[in-house]
C-alpha cells in the first residue's frame, strides 16, 4: 500500500507545536494470540491487514536456534485468533533442520498476494533468506523461494512500496563482528533484486523501519550497539541515504519498529532502557526528530516485552504486537484520540 502523508495536518501539528498538546492514547483490544500453542517459545512477531483481518506470524520452537524452530501464523478475524498454524520451517531432509527466524509479512496491494519472507540457518551471521506467497489470505503458501545471494530481504521490519512502485526491503547484516544497516529493493513481483549500502558511521546498526515525510523524504530508525536508536534519512525517494546518526532515543540493543500513520504522525515502538527489556513504549513525532513517549505498554520490575511490530489498518486502527516474556505474542489494538 502506498503511503500518502497529510502536508496539511503535518503543517498544522508543527505550527501548534504537538509536544505541548499531544494526543491520548486509547487502548480497543489487549490480549495474547494464543493460551496454548505447539511451542514452548516464541519470538519476532509481524503483523499485515488481510481483506478478512489482521494476519500475525512469529517464530517458535524450543528456543530461538533450536533445528526445530518454526514461522507460524494466526488470522484475527471477527474479534478472535485462530489458532496458530506452522507455515514454513528449516527442514533439509529426514535427518537434518536448521532453525528459522524473522518472518516479515508484506501483501501487495494490486495483486492481493501476501509474501512471508523469513530466514533460515544456524544464526544470523550464517543465515540466508527465503519466502513463500499466498494467494488465498494466508490459508496456503507456496514452496520456500530463496532469495537472491548477496541479499536477504526485510531482516525484521516490513517492506514498503515507494511512489514509483519500488519495493523497498529494510535490512542489515552481521559479520565478523561488525553490524551494519542496508537497504534492498525489487519490483512489486519480488523481481529485480538491487542492493543500495549505508555508511554506517560510527554506528552498528541491524534491522531498520522505515517512515514516510512529504516529497519523497524517508527516514529509517535502527537498532544500535551504542545505547541508541539510529537514524539515515532519504531524500531521493529511497535511492541515497545520509551516514547513520543518533536519534538521541535512549535505546537497549533490541528490535524496534515505527509506522507513518495516514494522518503524517510517526510512530515508534521501542525499549527505551539501557539494559533489559522489561519496559516497552510507544513513541511519536512529527517530524522523526523530536520524539515524545505517548504510551508505556510495559513497565516491569523484570520480564522481556520486545521486538514489536506495528502497522495501521485502513479503518484507522493501529496494531501492534510483540514478544511476552518469550512465551507468548501479545496484541494490542488502539487508536489516538
Given at each position: 500500500?502506498?503511503?500518502?502523508?497529510?502536508?496539511?495536518?503535518?503543517?498544522?501539528?508543527?505550527?501548534?507545536?504537538?509536544?505541548?498538546?499531544?494526543?491520548?492514547?486509547?487502548?480497543?483490544?489487549?490480549?495474547?494470540?494464543?493460551?496454548?500453542?505447539?511451542?514452548?517459545?516464541?519470538?519476532?512477531?509481524?503483523?499485515?491487514?488481510?481483506?478478512?483481518?489482521?494476519?500475525?506470524?512469529?517464530?517458535?520452537?524450543?528456543?530461538?536456534?533450536?533445528?526445530?524452530?518454526?514461522?507460524?501464523?494466526s488470522l484475527l478475524k471477527d474479534g478472535k485468533w485462530s489458532s496458530p498454524v506452522?507455515?514454513?520451517?528449516?527442514?533439509?531432509?529426514?535427518?537434518?533442520?536448521?532453525?528459522?527466524?524473522?518472518?516479515?509479512?508484506?501483501?501487495?496491494?494490486?495483486?492481493?498476494?501476501?509474501?512471508?519472507?523469513?530466514?533460515?540457518?544456524?544464526?544470523?551471521?550464517?543465515?540466508?533468506?527465503?519466502?513463500?506467497?499466498?494467494?488465498?489470505?494466508?490459508?496456503?503458501?507456496?514452496?520456500?523461494?530463496?532469495?537472491?545471494?548477496?541479499?536477504?530481504?526485510?531482516?525484521?521490519?516490513?517492506?514498503?512500496?515507494?511512489?514509483?512502485?519500488?519495493?523497498?526491503?529494510?535490512?542489515?547484516?552481521?559479520?565478523?563482528?561488525?553490524?551494519?544497516?542496508?537497504?534492498?529493493?525489487?519490483?512489486?513481483?519480488?523481481?529485480?533484486?538491487?542492493?543500495?549500502?549505508?555508511?554506517?558511521?560510527?554506528?552498528?546498526?541491524?534491522?531498520?523501519?522505515?517512515?514516510?515525510?512529504?516529497?519523497?523524504?524517508?527516514?529509517?530508525?535502527?537498532?544500535?550497539?551504542?545505547?541508541?536508536?539510529?537514524?539515515?534519512?532519504?531524500?531521493?525517494?529511497?535511492?541515497?541515504?545520509?551516514?547513520?546518526?543518533?536519534?538521541?532515543?535512549?535505546?537497549?540493543?533490541?528490535?524496534?519498529?515505527?509506522?507513518?500513520?495516514?494522518?503524517g504522525i510517526q510512530l515508534l515502538l521501542c525499549n527505551p532502557i539501557k539494559d533489559?527489556?522489561?519496559?516497552?513504549?510507544?513513541?511519536m513525532s512529527m517530524d522523526g526528530v523530536n520524539w515524545n513517549e505517548i504510551y508505556?505498554?510495559?513497565?516491569?520490575?523484570?520480564?522481556?516485552?520486545?521486538?514489536?511490530?506495528?502497522?495501521?489498518?485502513?479503518?484507522?486502527?493501529?496494531?501492534?504486537?510483540?514478544?511476552?516474556?518469550?512465551?507468548?505474542?501479545?496484541?494490542?489494538?488502539?487508536?489516538?484520540?
Amino acid at each position: 500500500m502506498k503511503h500518502l502523508c497529510c502536508l496539511s495536518l503535518f503543517l498544522i501539528f508543527c505550527t501548534m507545536g504537538y509536544a505541548q498538546k499531544l494526543p491520548t492514547v486509547e487502548i480497543l483490544d489487549s490480549e495474547f494470540i494464543y493460551e496454548t500453542a505447539p511451542f514452548p517459545s516464541c519470538h519476532a512477531s509481524t503483523l499485515v491487514e488481510t481483506p478478512e483481518g489482521i494476519l500475525a506470524s512469529w517464530f517458535g520452537g524450543s528456543y530461538e536456534r533450536h533445528p526445530d524452530v518454526s514461522i507460524y501464523t494466526s488470522l484475527l478475524k471477527d474479534g478472535k485468533w485462530s489458532s496458530p498454524v506452522m507455515v514454513a520451517d528449516g527442514v533439509e531432509n529426514k535427518d537434518f533442520r536448521n532453525p528459522t527466524w524473522n518472518p516479515v509479512l508484506y501483501r501487495n496491494a494490486d495483486t492481493g498476494q501476501i509474501v512471508l519472507f523469513y530466514k533460515e540457518g544456524p544464526n544470523p551471521r550464517e543465515w540466508w533468506g527465503l519466502y513463500k506467497t499466498s494467494e488465498d489470505g494466508g490459508k496456503t503458501w507456496s514452496k520456500a523461494i530463496q532469495i537472491p545471494p548477496g541479499m536477504l530481504g526485510p531482516v525484521k521490519n516490513k517492506s514498503v512500496t515507494l511512489a514509483d512502485g519500488t519495493l523497498l526491503h529494510p535490512s542489515s547484516f552481521e559479520t565478523n563482528g561488525v553490524w551494519s544497516m542496508h537497504v534492498e529493493s525489487t519490483t512489486s513481483d519480488i523481481k529485480n533484486w538491487k542492493k543500495t549500502e549505508i555508511d554506517n558511521g560510527n554506528f552498528h546498526a541491524i534491522q531498520p523501519t522505515v517512515l514516510f515525510y512529504p516529497n519523497g523524504k524517508l527516514q529509517m530508525l535502527a537498532r544500535t550497539q551504542e545505547d541508541v536508536i539510529g537514524t539515515t534519512w532519504s531524500m531521493d525517494g529511497g535511492k541515497t541515504w545520509s551516514t547513520v546518526e543518533s536519534t538521541g532515543l535512549v535505546h537497549n540493543n533490541s528490535g524496534i519498529d515505527a509506522v507513518t500513520l495516514k494522518s503524517g504522525i510517526q510512530l515508534l515502538l521501542c525499549n527505551p532502557i539501557k539494559d533489559g527489556r522489561n519496559k516497552l513504549s510507544l513513541f511519536m513525532s512529527m517530524d522523526g526528530v523530536n520524539w515524545n513517549e505517548i504510551y508505556v505498554l510495559e513497565d516491569q520490575p523484570k520480564g522481556e516485552f520486545s521486538y514489536p511490530a506495528i502497522i495501521q489498518a485502513k479503518d484507522g486502527t493501529v496494531h501492534l504486537t510483540y514478544t511476552y516474556n518469550r512465551e507468548k505474542i501479545k496484541h494490542v489494538a488502539l487508536t489516538l484520540k
